[in-house]
């Protein structure tokens, strides 16, 4: 039978865990002094004057070689359970990260022919 009086401590924790961030930003809120000026409203660039504006265009090219590296890199995550479990799991998981495997590598080839992978 559901019994909500079993999640007391449950809702207790959400409760207070939701209260804190609420009360600290209003406290922050009501005590911080307010001051808007041209200083205040100026970006801060380690203390050195801003050159230009703010919004500066990069090529997609680092955001795309950044999205493989990650793709990649959070992949070799998934194999190490794998390897470390191999011999307990059997040949049908070695079948399942070989596929796994080979699906990567044709996204390693797919990207290179996209040209992803190129710096300049």
Known sequence: ????HEYDIFWT?????SLI???TFSISGLLAPVSEGPEKLSS???G???M????????IRYYMFALVFVVFDVETVFLYPWAM???VLGVSVFIEALIFVLILVVGLVYAWRKGALEWS
Request: aromatic share 20%; proline share 7%; net charge negative.
């Open 21 to 23: 961030p609420i009360l």
């Open 48 to 50: 050195i004057e801003p």
């Open 52 to 59: 230009g504006g703010a919004w500066v265009q990069f090529r």
């Open 85 to 87: 479990s191999f011999d």
């Open 13 to 17: 924790f959400l409760i207070i865990a």
């Open 44 to 46: 801060y660039e380690s």
């Open 1 to 4: 039978m559901f019994l909500l």
